[in-house]
C-alpha cells in the first residue's frame, strides 16, 4: 500500500474545463513533487515543493497551476488544457535523508 | 533533460533466468536509484546506490556503479513471472537550483515469460 494517496485516479475534461488533481501524504517528508508521464515514456519532472514552498518548476505551462496548502497536501490545478496534456500525472514525496522517493498511483488525465 | 539512457529498451527472458538492464548517465551524481513500474501504476523504488558505492545486493537484486564510466546496471536474479514490469534508473545530482532532484532515464521493459 502506497502512503501517498492520488485523487482521482481517472479524470476526463474538456479543454475549457477547470479541475485539480490531489495529493496526500502523512510521511513527514518535505519535499513535494509533480511529474508528468506518457505512456512508454519516463516520468518528466513538473514541480518540487520543499517546505511548502515552490522551489523548481521546469518551465511547465501555466495552464498548470500547482498549490501546497499545508506539509500534507499537494495540488495541480488544471485550466485550458491541451489534448497533449493527456497522461498520467505522478505525486512524488521525497526522503531527504536517503533521497528516495515515494511515488502515488497516479491519476490518469485524458483531455477531450 | 533525461540524463539515464537504459539498455536494452525491451527484454523478454523466461522464468528462472536472470535479467540484467543496464543505464548510461552524463553528469556527476550524488546517488544513483532503480524504480520499477508495473504498467498504469505508480513507481515503486527498489535500490539506491551512493557514488562512493560500487555494488549493492537487496533480495534478488544487484545493482553496480561505476561512476569513472557513468554507468549502473540492475541485475534480478532467478526472476519470476511478477518481475514483468518497467525498469527505470534514476540520477539524483544537485542542480542549480540548490535542490536534489531526480531525472529518469527512458526504462526497460521487461517481460518475463512462465
Known amino acids: 500500500d502506497t502512503e501517498v494517496t492520488q485523487t482521482p485516479k481517472h479524470l476526463v475534461m474538456g479543454m475549457t474545463n477547470k479541475k485539480s488533481l490531489k495529493c496526500e501524504q502523512h510521511m513527514g517528508h518535505r519535499a513535494m513533487y509533480w511529474y508528468k508521464q506518457k505512456a512508454k515514456k519516463p516520468p518528466e519532472l513538473m514541480f518540487v515543493y520543499s517546505y511548502e514552498k515552490l522551489s523548481i518548476n521546469e518551465s511547465v505551462p501555466s495552464r498548470f497551476s500547482p498549490e501546497c496548502p499545508n506539509s500534507s497536501l499537494l495540488n495541480l490545478h488544471l485550466h485550458a488544457l491541451q489534448p497533449e496534456d493527456s497522461a498520467l500525472y505522478l505525486c512524488?514525496?521525497?526522503?531527504?535523508?536517503?533521497?528516495?522517493?515515494?511515488f502515488g498511483e497516479g491519476s490518469r488525465l485524458t483531455v477531450l | 533533460s533525461q540524463q539515464g539512457e537504459e539498455d536494452p529498451q525491451a527484454l523478454s527472458i523466461q522464468e528462472g533466468e536472470n535479467a540484467t538492464m543496464n543505464c548510461s548517465y552524463k553528469t556527476s551524481i550524488n546517488n544513483l536509484q532503480w524504480y520499477r513500474q508495473n504498467s498504469g501504476r505508480g513507481l515503486v523504488h527498489l535500490i539506491l546506490i551512493r557514488s562512493n558505492e560500487r555494488e549493492k545486493h537487496s533480495g534478488r537484486l544487484r545493482v553496480t556503479l561505476d561512476t569513472s564510466k557513468k554507468s549502473s546496471s540492475l541485475l534480478i536474479t532467478a526472476s519470476r513471472a511478477a518481475d514483468t514490469a518497467s525498469y527505470f534508473c534514476?540520477?539524483?545530482?544537485?542542480?542549480?537550483?540548490?535542490?536534489?532532484?531526480?531525472?529518469f532515464g527512458k526504462g526497460t521493459m521487461l517481460l518475463v515469460s512462465p
Open positions: 534514476a540520477t539524483d545530482a544537485r542542480g542549480d537550483s540548490g535542490y536534489s532532484t531526480l531525472t
Open positions: 512524488a514525496i521525497q526522503d531527504s535523508n536517503t533521497g528516495e522517493l515515494f
